[in-house]
């Protein structure tokens, strides 16, 4: 007798390991930025960018020459973001217990709850116009695939993801809004294989310069650091008018620093420089956030220069009722005396490669209604379901109703990087 002949008597043996998720997570600058949960209809942050001037030896000229403090005030309003998760009533009744499942199905729910934070803390680097990513100039367009830019963009992309395109960064969809399908994703190369047989014949107009939107999202998404410390076409975003302030007339004030990295050596004297030129504008930096790629080749860099640093897992906490929890210590850096200031130099995944952010933390703020991740039906509805009307399934929503402010860009630095 063989395995063949025995084969209704074997059984089949399932690992007693946990089933990991392998979707990726730990999101950096969602969990450390401040938070304030507030209603209304628009956030008002005012903004002191300019003190009594027009001072003279002579006192006739000094009256007819004064001016008063200049004053501005962000009307930052909420935008919105929906993740939705349907399970079959069966399956969630199949999969209780350990003896049923590896997991329950009902965790569906859940995971759409940490779905909608990764696509949150990954806007949090980007703008209002809602570009996720943008074609490599020169790269073929005749096919399955696109070649992006910047290979970190690729965490922007998962597999079944619906996308649109546009010629330039927010103008208006190609092709009427056609869309194509993600297939799958190579984070390591950024090279993102699409449903279409030939994506540049199926979407009109599409070029190798396009830039990227999920459906839906554009000109629809929450302000970013792209927002608020503008690197690309800068002199045009902070010539125009931004949640009611046009930010020209006071570019580093109200549009933060920026610093070509190109204009200085490697990255450690960038991360110097940074930190010195908020200081010297009378920002107190505490946050360096980077790329990971980018991270790794400063702590290579700061082995070999022996800058003394301490390596460090950041808690993210926060009080739940009467008691402060410890939510992640998932975020690990290094912690080291920069410009003559403690710094907490951190690495995200989702920092576009070339960006370097020297950040005050208490100057931001991410404004949000009801919790941060919120599941709507919850507070209505008394329950995180709903049965879906013509099937026998259940749908859970998860929203969140959100903005990112700043009370002092002029006290943090943007640097834009040379290509790695």
């Known amino acids: 007798m063989d395995l063949t002949d025995y084969d209704a008597m074997l059984k089949e043996y399932y690992t007693p390991e946990m089933v990991r998720e392998l979707a990726y997570s730990d ?44 004053y501005n005030a962000f009307g930052i309003t909420r935008v919105k973001q929906y993740q939705l998760a349907t399970v079959e009533t069966e399956t969630l009744l199949a999969s209780e217990g350990n003896a049923g499942a590896f997991a329950p199905a009902f965790e569906e729910f859940d995971k759409a709850h940490r779905s909608l934070a990764d696509k949150t803390n990954r806007r949090l680097y980007r703008s209002t116009t809602g570009t996720i990513g943008q074609f490599l100039d020169g790269a073929a367009i005749n096919g399955a695939t696109i070649t992006l830019a910047d290979k970190a963009d690729a965490w922007n992309f998962e597999e079944d993801d619906v996308i649109a395109f546009s010629a330039t960064d927010g103008s208006a969809l190609l092709d009427s809004g056609a869309t194509v399908t993600v297939v799958s994703v190579d984070h390591e190369t950024g090279i993102v294989t699409t449903s279409s047989a030939d994506i540049g014949t199926e979407i009109a107009s599409l070029t190798d310069t396009s830039f990227i939107y999920q459906a839906g999202d554009r000109l629809a998404c929450a302000a970013g650091l792209e927002s608020w410390l503008p690197v690309t076409d800068r002199a045009t975003k902070l010539a125009a008018a931004f949640y009611g302030v046009t930010r020209s007339t006071a570019p580093e004030r109200l549009g933060g620093i920026y610093m070509d990295g190109a204009d ?53 906490r926060e009080k739940v009722g009467d008691r402060m929890m410890t939510f992640s210590t998932l975020y690990q850096g290094m912690k080291a005396n920069v410009g003559g200031r403690t710094v ?24 949000h209604t009801g919790d941060l991740m919120t599941f709507p039906l919850e507070k209505f509805a008394k329950g995180i379901l709903m049965p879906a009307a013509t099937a026998d399934q259940f749908e859970g929503r998860v929203a969140t109703y959100h903005n990112l402010g700043c009370s002092a860009p002029g006290f943090n630095v943007v640097v834009e990087l040379p290509s790695a």
């Open 27 to 70: 999101n950096v600058l969602l969990g450390l930025l401040p938070k304030k949960r507030e209603g209304g209809k628009t956030y008002i942050q005012p903004i002191n960018n300019g003190k009594p001037g027009g001072a003279s030896a002579t006192f006739s000229t000094a009256q007819i020459n004064q001016y008063n403090s200049k």
């Open 264 to 316: 200085f050596g490697d990255l450690n004297e960038i991360v110097i420089k940074a930190v010195s030129k908020a200081g010297q504008r009378g920002g107190k930096t505490d946050l360096v956030l980077m790329n990971t790629e980018r991270f790794s080749d400063l702590q290579i860099l700061w082995l070999n220069k022996h800058v003394i640093h301490e390596n460090i897992e950041v808690n993210v």
């Open 344 to 367: 907490q130099v951190l690495s995200d995944r989702a920092c576009p490669t070339n960006r370097l952010y020297a950040l005050q933390k208490d100057t931001w703020k991410i404004w």
